[in-house]
């Protein structure tokens, strides 16, 4: 019992050590500031994870706008697309100082508090890809409209099945904003007259894992044995439900479309199971995202509509509405990849 | 006890290795980021992980009871929406929290009867409600979850004191306390390990054994609840389905790394704050450097299975016979069974082969 009692008052000690460090600590971090004068900034590129492919393309074309702009990008995530596990990212970003965060939110909520947090220090908030609660940053980076994304999707499954039979879609996570988003303007774009014949069965989650888009893939061949097609908005969802159908044989039975990396992609389409999909160009989107950022720093964005500013590669471009979300840029129309182009993409 | 004695015991202890683990990674940090050791990142390094470490600190009386409940995190997450709903629902927001983690207390109570009352295996059990629960908590709050709190109540979970000191960080300490007290001071805490060194003999002895089991499970949905609907909600500022996933690993290791034996029978709430502290402060570092976050895996990884090698190694010590004197190394239990069978208690024989 002594011994425990030693412990205890060893602990108090080192904790007391601690303390006194804690007190005469270097100084407060955090104190950053845009530099309201100089040209080069520091931007920290946080993606919902790290490991797959679009995110990687996303910090590549981030790196790029960064050389060209002279700002340094740093690009890091957490390997889980887990809101709370962005958080120490976006802490670790405002206190080493970095001028603006670009992050893509798998949770729209959870991260807005240390986002509020970063802003109340002076750091710029610019989201993509998936948006965050919008007061918490100054302007969000959006693929192209979710509307176009919808319609195009529903598009692409339709002139594959004679616009014709039963299609399910398989989805990342019932609480992905995008994909809801998506999801949405599929069904208005099913309204119209073109596809009335086109009935949508059933949403399946595969939470952007390929084991459970493939187990969900799998579910969806068993229960509907008239399945058309299927509709997958998620790069590591088509890839998961290609492989299946591919071992399955039910290639060209059941029609495959959605968003997709042709890297993933490729092998699948040159089997004749997903003949037409898309995306947009996932390096040009980190491109963007990077370049508002800048101009968000240097004061050529403020965040009012109709404001322009130049975009290097992807030349001038606008600030907008994006259907009530705003303030908003557009990457752009969505890109369709199909047998005879699939070559020509590298990501 | 000579004090050559209490300082060898002190040098073998989990909490003493935690400690000087703490220190050594705070020197590394340092020498990787030049932002290491400011003040407010200091105080906040532990603040993302509070949550966790609640859930930790309930999940240790389960696991030192010889049991395991890994449905926690999906605890967390009923008793989040159950929360959140009733606050859209319009009741004051203290009694919604009240409610949630009544609920979640609940839901310990449902693991709790089934392990301690129908004696079925915790691992199975909680396998199944930590899937249960999770659908559980989509069926409660499906989308896009809740985000409109009252700003005093986020207060609790993610408001600072002068802007630099969390207050999540103080409930946490305050947990820690109260905790420790009952575990390592009352009777109900001495009945904890009882059981988990050896359930038979617990209940020859007279403890009541179910009804220990059971309150172990309540407290630990409790936690999950603290956790979710103070911390979590108030950290966050989010109320969804999907709160707590992903998370379960960090809860473990938690446990694991703070020195409670997965076997029951052995850990401490002080090895479970510093095992948190010690993840908390390895990643901030590591972060600070813009390590790549799977690099970051692999490094924790390393940490717990160095942990459990090393924490398996001195208990082999501890019970087949490495003795070095002086260092107290060995389970007061085994030098009981020794002193039975004739060993001398403290012999100045260095090794012993066998058990």
Redesign the interface.
Known sequence: M??KR??VL??LV?IAALAA???A??????ESRANPTGKSYKIFFLPK???IGVFTENGKGGKEAGKELGDTV?Y?????P????Q???I??AV???FDAIVISAP???????ALLRARARGVKVVSYDGDV?PDAREIFVSPPLASDIGAFQVEWLGSQIGYKGEFAILSA???A?NQ?TWIKWMKVALKKPKYRNMKLVKIAYGNDKPVDSARETQALLQAYPNLKGIIAPTTVGISAAAQVLSQEGACGKVALTGLGLPNEMRKFVKKGCARKFGLWNERDFGYLAVYVAHHVLDGTITGKIGETFKAGRLGTRQVVNCAGVKPCVVLGKPLVFTPQNIDKFNF | ?TSRQ?LG??LG?W??LL?VAIVGVGAWSATL?P?F????????LV??YVFIGLIAFGLAFVVIAGEIDISVVSTLAVSVVSFAQLVQAGVNVWLAALAGLGVATALGLGNGLLVGVLNLPSLAVTLGTLAAYQGLA?VIL????V?SFPAGY?RVG?GYIGN?LPIPLLVLLGLAVVLGLLLHATRFGRYVFTIGANREAARFSGVPVARVRVTVFCLSGLMAGIAGVFV?VG????A????G???LLDVVTAVVLGGVDIFGGVGSI?GVLLALVLVAEL??GM??A?????LQ?IVIGGLLLAAIVSGNLIRAAQAGGLRIPGL?LRRKEVIAADAEAGVPVNPTVETRQGG
Do not use: C, W
């Not at chain 1, 890091?76 to 889980?80: A, K, L, R, S």
């Not at chain 1, 949770?107 to 508090?113: K, S």
């Not at chain 2, 969804?240 to 709160?243: F, G, I, V």
């Open positions: 002594k011994g030693l412990l060893l602990s080192a460090g804690l007190a600590g270097v100084g407060s971090a955090g994870f790290i490991g740093v890091n995530g957490p390997t889980e887990v809101g709370a596990k958080v120490p990212f802490e670790s206190r080493q100082g949770d729209a909520n959870a991260v807005a508090p609660r996570t019932p609480t904003a809801n | 006890m209490l015991r002190l202890r909490e003493t400690l980021s932002f050791l400011h003040r407010a990142n200091l105080l906040d603040t993302p989509f499906s989308g896009e979850g985000s986020l993610g630099e979590y950290y966050f500022g989010s969804r389905a999907d709160a996933q992903g998370q002080a990643r901030n972060q600070l813009n390590l790549p976050g799977d895996n107290g």
